[in-house]
């Protein structure tokens, strides 16, 4: 399938790492420009490393926390400056911690959100006038399946995502009038440094790390970052112009719940 990605001009953020990169990547290798940002040098430039030859003169790399709304505005600022648009944005920089609910204070609560929330509400915000000026663009924020299925240890996350879900679907409504396609993906567990993190919080009863993670979904293995970067490239392109404001669950069946 042709996603005619070519020329585009993409910001992913959390791009240094996990599903983030791998959406970089096959991004620069469709023929799109990108901009990756994340806080951490090291893997910022290692993505840029993996882009390779191809990517000359298309990839820049930006050191950026993304819970400072100033630095969001600087961050789409720099995208516009170095390739005079923004086509796509992947809002994916976002990590809310697990844990007792009687045990996480508030700012656990309010530094989680202001990451994986008004991380991504601002991003929106910030780029949805340059879309609106070029007559399109697409948005795809990439949530989770804590959305789905609430659990007393990850309750800051799956709140979060609940509310991302609903961001979507009511940014979906405003992007109609502006031109702008917004989607959602919602991933099960997909094998990146933040899902080994986790492990023993959502499989502490598990054997081996290895056994954990086959358990994780019913077809005995988890995801991998290329397999959701797949279906971001799609929602993303043209391909995919009927499909706004849905929530897409990517998790090998693990949700077996009649949303998602
Ligand atoms: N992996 C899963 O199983 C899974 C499941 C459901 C949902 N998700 C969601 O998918 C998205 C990507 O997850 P992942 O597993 O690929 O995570 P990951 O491997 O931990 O990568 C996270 C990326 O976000 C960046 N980041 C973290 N804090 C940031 C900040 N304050 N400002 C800017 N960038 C920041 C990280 O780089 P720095 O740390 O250097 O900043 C890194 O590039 C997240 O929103 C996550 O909630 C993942």
Request: zero cysteines; hydrophobic letters at 35%; aromatic letters at 4%.
């Given at each position: 399938m042709q996603l005619d990605l070519e020329g585009k001009v993409a910001i992913v953020t959390?791009?240094?790492?996990g599903i983030g990169r791998a959406t970089a990547l096959s991004l620069i290798a469709e023929g799109a420009s990108v901009l990756v940002c994340a806080r951490g040098q090291e893997a910022l430039d290692e993505t840029v490393r993996l882009a390779g030859e191809q990517a000359a003169g298309k990839i820049v790399a930006m050191s950026a926390d993304l819970t400072q709304g100033e630095v969001i505005t600087a961050v789409v600022a720099r995208c516009v400056a170095e390739f005079?648009?923004?086509?796509?944005?992947?809002?994916n920089a976002g990590s809310a911690r697990p844990g007792d609910f009687l045990e996480l204070p508030d700012e656990a609560w309010l530094d989680d959100w202001t990451l994986k929330f008004f991380g991504y509400m601002r991003m929106a915000r910030a780029v949805l006038p340059h879309m609106q000026h070029q007559q399109g663009g697409v948005i795809v924020n990439v949530i989770g399946t804590g959305a789905l299925k609430p659990m007393g240890n990850y309750m800051i996350g799956g709140a979060a995502n609940a509310a991302l879900n609903h961001f979507t679907k009511a940014l979906a409504d405003e992007g109609s009038k502006k031109k702008v396609r917004v989607v959602g993906v919602n991933p099960g567990p997909i094998l990146t440094e933040r899902l080994q993190r986790f492990i023993s919080t959502f499989s502490?009863?598990?054997?081996s790390p290895e056994e954990a993670l086959q358990k994780m979904t019913p077809i005995g293995r988890v995801g991998q970052p290329e397999e959701v970067a797949d279906l971001i490239l799609f929602l993303a392109s043209?391909?995919?112009?009927?499909?706004?404001?849905a929530n897409i669950t990517i998790d090998g069946g693990a949700n077996q719940g009649l949303m998602g």
């Open positions: 959390g791009g240094s790492k005079g648009r923004v086509d796509i944005l992947v809002n502490p009863q598990s054997g043209d391909r995919a112009a009927f499909i706004h404001g």
